[in-house]
């Protein structure tokens, strides 16, 4: 079926190191991920998103890897500081028509950076 | 602030209320999503409108949700006869299509219903 899922619910990492945040999805049809995170009392706010022809992106401190062999997709923010504390969701549009907005969203890990 | 903004942002209702919602998109913002998050769950689309049209809709959206967009600028959602498994929180997002480009979806901050 169509899924979307994370290895780890929690994440607890030191101030000033990296962070990796795994998510794994069923639909080899989906042409489209995307990560979100997620503070308390907000609505989730886009970080950085990958089409299946790519295996990895880059932005501003973070990477986003995607290996459609293993159907995996990973989120790595280097660098982790206080304020990335937050819950980050992956989500794939599953690419059967219908708008890229349509997308189906995992549970969430929570990132803790202690100080 | 020209983000995506929801109202209210918490609302409380006894069973079998009726209850409504409004989002306002970004402006010029042609397409206005609503999704329902659960606590400790991720987000679940619920409905989605190019401009005034209603495109498409969920399993989840029951007869008693209805969500419109009479001038494809603000959006409403109404929940009929509200039922405790209806409390969550409703998220608005909007986002600009052009062409064939990638959708990027803002959201807004949500408005929490508890059923009573």
């Known amino acids: 079926g169509e899924s979307v899922g994370l290895h780890l619910p929690t994440l607890s990492v030191q101030e000033g190191d990296n962070s990796i945040i795994n998510c794994a999805y069923s639909n080899s049809a989906s042409d489209y991920f995307i990560w979100y995170k997620q503070e308390s009392g907000k609505g989730p706010q886009f970080i950085i998103d990958i089409r299946s022809n790519m295996d990895k992106r880059q932005g501003q401190r973070v990477t986003v890897l995607l290996n459609k062999t293993v159907k995996h997709l990973s989120l790595q923010i280097a660098a982790t500081q206080p304020g990335d504390s937050a819950v980050y969701f992956c989500a794939e549009n599953s690419g059967y028509g219908g708008s890229q907005g349509n997308l189906i969203f995992g549970k969430g890990t929570k990132l803790s950076v202690k100080p | ?116």
């Open chain 2, 1 to 116: 602030d020209t983000g995506v903004s929801q109202d209210p942002r918490h609302k409380i209702t006894k069973r079998g209320q009726n209850v409504t919602f409004r989002c306002d998109p970004i402006s010029e913002h042609n397409r206005l999503y609503w999704y329902r998050q659960t606590l400790g769950q991720g987000p679940e689309f619920l409905t989605y409108f190019q401009n005034e049209a209603q495109l498409e809709k969920s399993r989840l959206l029951s007869d008693r949700f209805s969500a419109e967009r009479p001038k494809g600028s603000f959006s409403t959602l109404e929940i009929q006869r509200t039922e405790q498994g209806d409390s969550a929180m409703y998220l608005c997002a909007s986002s600009l299509v052009v062409g064939t480009g990638k959708e990027k979806l803002f959201f807004g901050s949500g408005t929490q219903l508890s059923v009573l």
